[in-house]
């Protein structure tokens, strides 16, 4: 998603962004190309390219042997840092005991996204291992190039004499030395100016299936770190009273109750709320039970989210505001038809409802500069962000990019939400002690910032034979892009956002129309985890089976029909079916539904088998297919789609953030309900073998399962599901 | 007012509200950060650790009512079941961000100390508490049932 945003940004409306901040990806590309070199500093002051120096800005090899990658990609658990690692021993020729991880940050050029054109550093939009796989190779392989040449210098070997495995040196006659040996001397090397890569057939860790994670232990034994266990001496832990609605102010405050509790040692007012500061976080919650505050409410919204749906499935009976894909004459089509089957699909806020709950460390040192600790998902943004509220330049803030406990697209935020409060609180207590903002469960399930409520209206056109004809599609929501910086990337009055994978159906129509009604609420929206796609492919998916129903064709087949075009499509959907054993009929009780979508660059093919047990669906077993290019890390990709899977079937079952007079009805897990163990069904991956550049894993394992047990459903004699979540007219 | 609490075989006294759950005392007054905050109310099992053997969610647990017991966290959970899950759990890659995992670890060391061989249903009973957001709960089924059958043997 970020991928198509970022380079479309205005930069003038990015007033906090850091100098430099926004280059044109063509500079940055062609940086790139050259193997080693890096981006010039600005598009409008390309003087020298200066190569960028592996070993300082990539790999790090400290004199005890460890070598330590430099991530330019945020670790929220769908394992980049595993990827990067992978991509670089690869090449280096380094052992795994020697490999550590550690986020990066604070130089665009070395770390910018390139499928954002470098703009800007990030992660999102499941672009981890695309903008990495040359990268992170070429910077492996200068390393070793600079590790050879060291070694041949210090023994008077030709350079051909010396080879590299295992984390060793070694030469023809004897010599041999470690990494660690050689690490100072071949840092100060002459930078290759070009640098050869390894020809696929000799991969040994690239498609690897064995080879398992490297920070797995560590997450199975508690010592793996996340922001919340940031450890600094003197660090305090505020946590902040929010408006209970959304877009409300504070009027006044009275903190006289909140600091007789025991550990409170301060009650400050920041931007975005009170913020009550205690020496551990228990006495932050009890501060802030016993704090008072009169809210100023009149900018705030106010109505519920049924008064917003009701309002949304209005809007989709009337004309749509803008034209997001036309093809043909859908009106005109569905006019002539000889039937018109229509239907109307809803799908609720989302929570993102990631185990750690949003945080953020700061502190000020003596010489003025500001470190700021947290799941930074666009650190350029947030130290351009934090620079501005300490009064400091964007050079004087350290970003230090921690691993998350999950994320799913909460921690990009263009106000930097929980990072500004960090910074805000710290200097709002004269920097006397670091600081850190946690937010309790309840904070972040009404922090705002949801998958975005919409509604689908259909209609499709069969003509006298029966052959679809005709499809029309109407999308009414907010617009996650609009009121922030990148708001430049709506065109023609579409949000890209609201429309991918509605907007780009795959299949051979000839009548197309996709519109789009963007609406006003002031409940703050944001991309979650597959983004447009978690209502598109639903939608798109379901409505399609109801039409292929009333045609009377195989679900399979017809689709395959339709694709006849988009031979990515077919295989990805042939693949799930051969191994679902589609045309071989379903064990007694089981029924099957299917579904196949793209969305960023990858295609997954989901097959749900269910049974129905008293009108709520049990779904056994999941097949899984996906395109996603070369597969750097086949169990990875295999991780990311079930727990996509896991992710997307809990969203569709019983997942729904509702507002009732403006204010949040959900808190905890309680009531908004994520997938348990005892729900999640058996998923068996396969992946399509690719010579293709590798594409993304991390939310594309999403949106196909929902549409997948909807199906099933409705081959199962239920109802067809247009309303979710499904617990809300099942049996549960 | 000072309680005396057994964690991880170390007694220590802490000069605590009494209403402070176990679960801050753990990480913010003793520092021992591998056991987690998700929900503050039993309905993740992200602090779950061990009282007197016992997987207990320790933001529920209230520092007056922890005295006298032995407190076991993520950092000292020991012994061949301990060592085992958490090798099985490494060698399967079920961790994805890893932040519900001390939990998940907590709860299936308890359920093999006290089932050795536990069917999917005993393991859905044990962990329905412990919700992973990442979904890997197909690994840590597939973990338990490795881990059981490597201590079998
Ligand atoms: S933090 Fe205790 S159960 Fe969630
Ligand atoms: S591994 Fe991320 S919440 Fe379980």
């Known amino acids: 998603m970020l991928n ?83 991509l670089v021993v690869e090449e280096l020729g380094a052992d795994w005991s020697q490999i550590d991880v550690k986020g990066a940050a604070g130089n665009t050029k070395l770390y910018g996204n390139i499928l954002w054109g470098g703009a800007v550093q990030g992660t999102g939009g499941s672009t981890s291992i695309a903008t990495s796989f040359d990268r992170y190779r070429q910077a492996g392989a200068a390393a070793r190039e600079m590790l050879i040449a060291a070694a041949a210098d210090t023994w008077s070997v030709p350079a051909s004499q010396v080879s ?11 010599n041999s030395a470690t990494f660690g040996d050689m690490a100072a001397k071949a840092a100060a090397m002459a930078l290759p100016t070009e640098v050869k890569l390894k020809d696929p057939a000799d991969w040994t860790q690239i498609g690897n299936e064995k080879l398992r994670r490297f920070d797995s232990a560590a997450k199975a034994n508690g010592t793996h770190d996340f ?141 003025g500069t500001l470190e700021v600790w947290g799941g930074h998902q666009i650190p350029d943004v947030y130290q351009g962000i934090s620079a501005k509220i300490a009064g400091v330049k964007p050079e004087q803030v350290t970003m230090h990019v921690m691993k998350t ?83 430049g990337l709506i065109k023609d009055g579409v949000d890209g956002t609201s429309v991918e994978g509605a907007s780009n159906i795959p299949y051979g129509i000839q009548n197309i129309n996709v519109g789009l009604t963007t609406t006003d609420v002031k409940v703050p929206v944001l991309w979650w985890r597959a983004v447009g796609s978690t209502h598109t492919a639903y939608a798109v998916e379901s409505f399609l089976d109801e039409v292929i129903a009333e045609i009377g064709a195989d679900p399979y087949a017809y689709r395959m029909e339709l694709l006849k075009d988009h031979p990515r499509h077919a295989a990805v959907l042939k ?65 990311q789609m079930e727990g996509g899977t896991g992710f997307g079937l809990g969203s569709i079952l019983a997942e729904e953030l509702t507002l009732v007079n403006g204010e949040v009805e959900q808190g905890n897990y309680d009531t908004y309900t994520p997938l348990r163990i005892d729900a999640m069904p ?11 550049k590798p594409t993304g894993v991390g939310e594309p394992g999403v949106p196909s399962i929902g549409p997948a047990v909807a199906n099933a459903i409705a081959a199962a004699g239920g109802r067809r599901i247009r309303v979710l979540p499904m617990s809300k007219s099942m049996g549960t | 007012m000072a309680y005396n609490l057994n964690i991880n075989g170390e007694q220590k006294s802490f000069d605590v509200d009494e209403d402070m759950p176990l679960l801050w005392v753990i990480r913010d007054v003793a520092g021992l950060t591998g056991t987690k905050f998700g929900c503050g109310l039993a309905q993740c099992g992200a602090c779950t650790v061990h009282v007197d053997g016992v997987p207990t969610r320790s933001c529920q647990l209230q520092v007056s009512d922890a005295e006298g017991s032995t407190i076991t966290t993520i950092e000292g959970v020991t012994g061949k079941v301990a060592e085992t899950v958490q090798k099985v759990w490494a060698d399967l890659d079920v961790p994805q961000c890893g932040y519900c995992q001390s939990g998940q670890v907590m709860a299936a060391v308890a359920l093999l100390n006290e089932t050795p061989k536990p069917t999917d249903e005993d ?19 597939a973990g338990i049932h490795e881990a059981a059958k490597r201590l079998e043997a």
Not at chain 1, 339 to 359: C, D, R, S
Not at chain 1, 682 to 692: C, F, G, M, R
């Open chain 1, 4 to 86: 198509k945003i970022i380079p479309e940004l205005n930069p003038a409306k990015i007033a906090t962004s850091r100098r430099g901040f926004l280059l044109g990806a063509s500079a940055v590309a062609g940086g790139l190309m050259v193997g080693m070199r890096a981006a010039p500093a600005s598009a409008a002051s390309d003087t020298a390219v200066e190569p960028a120096n592996p070993l300082a800005g990539y790999i790090h090899i400290a004199p005890d042997n460890s070598v330590t990658i430099l991530s330019s990609q945020f670790d929220m658990g769908q394992g980049p840092y595993h990827g990067l690692a992978t």
């Open chain 1, 164 to 174: 590299v495995s295992g984390g060793k040196l070694t030469d023809t006659s004897g």
């Open chain 1, 227 to 367: 922001t919340i266990d940031v450890k600094l001496d003197g660090l305090l832990t505020a946590v902040v009273a929010h408006p209970p609605k959304f877009g409300a102010k504070v009027k006044s405050f009275d903190a006289a109750e909140a600091l007789k509790v025991r550990g409170v040692t301060d009650v400050v007012e920041i931007p975005r709320g009170i913020a009550v500061v205690g020496e551990h976080m228990w006495a932050a919650i009890k501060g802030r039970e016993a704090l008072t505050v009169e809210w100023d409410e009149a900018q705030a919204e106010t109505r519920g989210s049924a008064e917003i749906m009701a309002e949304y499935k209005a809007k989709a009976g009337e004309a749509q505001q803008a034209t997001a894909r036309t093809e043909g004459d859908a009106a005109a089509a569905l006019s002539s038809a000889a039937k018109v089957i229509e239907a109307t699909y809803e799908f609720p806020y989302l929570a993102h409802a990631a185990m750690e709950p949003l945080n953020a460390v700061a502190r000020r040192n003596a010489d």
């Open chain 1, 405 to 487: 406990g999950g994320g799913f697209g909460r921690r990009a935020v263009a106000d930097g939400d929980v990072v500004a409060e960090a910074v805000s609180v710290a200097r709002a207590i004269d920097y006397k002690a670091p600081v850190k903002v946690q937010w309790t469960r309840e904070d972040d399930m009404r922090g705002g910032r949801y998958r975005p409520a919409y509604v689908h209206s259909f209609k499709a056109g069969l003509d006298k034979d029966n052959n679809l004809v005709a499809w029309h599609n109407h999308i009414v929501g907010q617009s996650i892009v609009s009121g922030t910086p990148f708001e």
């Open chain 1, 575 to 639: 693949l799930a079916a051969d191994k679902a054993g589609w045309t071989t009929p379903a064990p007694e009780g089981r029924f099957r539904g299917l579904a196949v979508h793209e969305s960023f660059s990858s295609v997954v093919a989901h097959i749900a088998e269910i049974s129905m047990d008293n009108g709520t669906p049990i779904v056994h077993k999941v097949t899984v297919a996906v395109d996603c290019g070369i597969a750097v890390n086949p169990d990875t990709i295999k991780a």
């Open chain 1, 682 to 692: 058996q998923v068996d991956v396969h992946i399509v073998p690719s010579a293709n």
């Open chain 2, 123 to 141: 393991i859905n009973d044990a962990l329905s508490g412990n919700l992973c957001r990442c979904a890997t709960y197909q690994r840590i089924r």
